[in-house]
């Protein structure tokens, strides 16, 4: 079983956690040992099978695309702490919140995506503050009041660009105005054409994906039927 990815086109695979998907573990181990000694580390039941099964998620996907056995797929992490397949032209990112998880593929570049499931935040000003440009928090709070939606919407923007760049947390966030992204998917920034593009998602959550050209194709599948 294969599948392919053409230039110019972005693939978003969708997945729900399954506890038999960490069962299927037990029996048919495809993680790495690495991957398998962090699983037993977490605390609490319910982190482990999340770690699991979305580490196994991404194995199947990815080993379809690359036309190797799951358990074959070496990862590498560069010095900022973005994932990367060895000896591989596919790029990938992953993103996942509560038990839903999604999985970016291109072929063209770094990609990063984000899921988020909109929580009440205790202190939405500071948290503002640190976040978001003063352009970004003028459409958060334009009525005086916090617009949930429209947070969310620029914080999955924030997380998947700074994904795609594989930067991390390690800049300045605030300093990054995403804000001519939330009407025109496709902008100039930065001195390149960059796509922030909302996904959709389960009520309650927010989603995004971000790459530094503009994509012809996004194709959406979900895991649960491709790999029945």
């Known amino acids: 079983m294969t599948h392919k990815i053409q230039t110019g086109e972005l693939h978003i695979w969708r997945y729900t956690v399954n506890e038999q998907d960490y069962i299927a ?8 040992v690495e991957e398998t000694e962090k699983s037993k580390r977490f605390v609490r039941e319910e982190h482990t099978i999340n770690y699991v099964c979305n580490h196994r998620f991404v194995r199947n996907v990815l080993a379809v695309y690359l036309n190797i056995l799951p358990s074959e797929i070496k990862f590498s992490i ?23 998880a999604l999985l ?41 009041e916090i617009d949930k939606d429209v947070l969310f919407t620029f914080w999955t923007f924030k997380e998947a660009y700074i994904k795609a760049t594989g ?14 992204f939330y009407g025109n998917e ?9 796509t922030l593009k909302r996904l959709q998602a389960d009520e309650g959550y927010k ?19 491709f790999f029945k």
């Open 25 to 32: 573990e037990q029996t048919n181990p495809i993680l790495s």
């Open 78 to 100: 560069t010095d900022l702490g973005k994932p990367f397949i060895e000896n591989s032209n596919l790029f990938f990112n992953v993103s996942h919140s509560k038990n839903q």
């Open 104 to 144: 970016a593929i291109s072929k063209d570049g770094e990609v990063g995506v984000d899921i988020e499931y909109m929580k009440d935040l205790q202190d939405a000003i500071t948290f503002s503050n640190y976040s978001f440009s003063d352009e970004e928090k003028a459409m958060i709070f334009k009525n005086k």
């Open 167 to 180: 930067t991390g947390l390690s800049v300045d966030i605030s300093k990054i105005n995403l804000s001519d």
């Open 186 to 194: 496709v902008h100039k920034f930065r001195n390149d054409t960059w």
């Open 207 to 225: 989603a995004a994906f971000a790459i530094a050209k503009q994509i012809d194709k996004v194709a959406e599948f979900r895991y649960d039927e």
